[in-house]
Every structure is written in C-alpha cells, then in structure tokens.
C-alpha cells in the first residue's frame, strides 16, 4: 500500500537539530507514470527532462526493480534493488523506474544543523550518493518503523522519528566505510529470506518456495535460519503479520476482520486466537484498552507470549 505524509516543521522541531519534513512508500508498477505528480506537492514534483531541486537531505531506498539516477555531481547510473542514494539540498537531480520491471521504493527526508555538520565532515559525499546495503532487513524495518510512527502520530513522536533516522544514518555509514563484504553465503541468503519475509506480510507464504528462491534445501533453510533467528522461518513470519496487526489496531481506522484479511488471516477465530495467545488480549479488547489508555507507549511492547 503505497504511503506518504508531507510534516509540518516548526521552530521546535529545528531546535532538536534533526528534523524529519517527509517519509513514504510508493509501489511502481511496469510502464506506469512516473513520478506520480499529483500525490506530491509542487515544491517535489518533476519530470525527467527538467529534474528538479530540493531544499532538504534525502534518502530513497529501491527494495525491488531498478532503474536510473542522475545528478548534478554525477553522470547517469543504474539503480537496482538493495540500492540506497543521497539526495542533497541544492543539487540538481532526477531519477525513474526502469519502464519494464518499474520498482519499489522508500523515502525520507530530513534537515537540520546535524546533518549539517554530518555532511560537511565528509562523513556522506555528494559525489558518491549511493549505497549498496542489499536486501537489508534492518534499513527495511526502519522505515517500516518511520511510517508506522507517522501514523499513529503518538506525543512526542517528532523526536522519536529523528532517533529512528539517526539509527539509519549510523547503519548507512557503517556500511558505506566496511571494506569487506559479508562473506558468508549461508548468512547472506538468511538476511535475504528476512527481508522477502518482512515484504510479504499480507498473505501466508509457502516456505518451501522461498528456500528454492534463495536457492536451499527447505531442511536446511529451516536449520540456518533458526540458528539465525531463534525461531523457524514460519513463527518468525506470523510474529510479524501479528506486529503489523498490532500497529494496524492502534493507528488504522480498519475494523479487526479487515485487519486480519490484511495480515493474511483467513479465518477471523484463527486470528483473534493467535493475537490472544501473543499479546494475552483479543484484537477488540486490545484496541479497547488502548483507546481508553492516557498514555500511548510502544504498540508492539506487549508482543510476547503468555506463559
């Protein structure tokens, strides 16, 4: 579901250092237009002959197909999925889906006298913009994360999103200053089923098929990756269709045989009793409680299992 929300900054916020202005998520489909113009602001709006400009930092993160960039302090480049890159305020830039395979991507933009300060001690370059992350779950949960914050729009949340980007900063850097590459194949194929995993949380997923996609052997998929995760491959993916649920109750307006239908729940019985031995509450009684509470903590705080 594509998502995005234009914040309104104040002197507060910019006295925190780092403020967020955007975050968003938007699913672009083989030969579809691009970018799309009218869900965007004038001031953010382009086309590919005359690019465009912005005011703030950016980072646009491409999960699935590729595609191409271009800016003022670079020549044309490919972009494919795992592909990170910088925006920077006053740069002359464009960039757009490949039309056959088009793609999908993440967004978030931030100012402030820290970023600032980041970017003037050469800690990002302006000439090389791009970071190849992979299939990586983390910077994919965070912008996950981003959103969901977004939405429920919590007090304090300002700054709670400014903690959340500073987290991405920190893992992007690190990543661009690495010199080796993981060399573990084993470990590379875990961190890709974690992603495709956090990417499909709107259905059941066959775990025989996403081991032949990594490609493995389903029993040794289903070893490796508990030994990564702690858990099997199918009880890490329903802990987070239930996560998402959860966030879903506290932040949407979707009633619960609507939040289960979009956390890939048949059967409504099915769901409330697995939500109930998750959090120790039904889907209503949760939603509830949460409406009536004073004090909004963490949605997902509670996701442990009963004992």
Request: some cysteine.
């Amino acid at each position: 579901m594509n998502y995005h929300k234009y914040l309104h900054v104040s002197e507060l916020d910019k006295q925190w250092g780092l403020y967020i202005n955007t975050i968003g998520h938007c699913k672009v489909s083989p030969h579809q237009s691009y970018p799309l113009t009218k869900e965007h602001p004038k001031t953010h709006s382009f086309n590919w002959d005359n690019g465009r400009i912005l005011d703030d930092y950016y980072i646009v993160f491409i999960s699935k197909g590729g595609g191409t960039f271009q800016s003022a302090a670079t020549q044309p480049v490919e972009v494919n999925e795992g592909i990170c890159f910088f925006l920077y305020p006053g740069i002359w830039h464009r960039y757009r889906p490949n039309a056959n395979s088009g793609w999908e991507e993440y967004w978030i933009g931030f100012n402030g006298t820290y970023p600032d300060q980041l970017m003037n001690s050469a800690f990002f370059e302006v000439e090389r913009p791009f970071i190849n992350v992979g299939l990586n779950f983390d910077i994919l949960g965070l912008f996950h994360n981003l959103i969901e914050k977004v939405q429920q729009s919590s007090p304090g949340y300002r700054q709670v999103i400014t903690g959340i980007a500073l987290q991405m900063l920190g893992i992007l850097h690190g990543t661009s200053m690495s010199k080796e590459q993981e060399d573990d194949p084993i470990l590379q194929r875990i961190n890709k089923a974690k992603f495709l995993l956090q990417e499909t949380l709107e259905h059941p997923i066959d775990m025989e098929t996403l081991a032949e996609k990594l490609p493995m052997g389903y029993s040794s998929f289903r070893k490796y990756f508990k030994q990564a995760t702690g858990v099997s491959p199918n009880q890490y993916h329903l802990d987070l269709r239930l996560k998402k649920a959860v966030n879903l109750l506290a932040s949407s307006t979707l009633n619960v045989s609507e939040v289960a239908d979009q956390t890939g729940f048949d059967s409504l019985y099915y769901f409330s009793r697995l939500f109930k031995k998750k959090t120790g509450k039904s889907p209503s009684k949760y939603r509830q409680d949460l409406a009536s509470s004073t004090g909004h903590s963490d949605s997902s705080a509670n996701l442990s299992y009963n004992s």
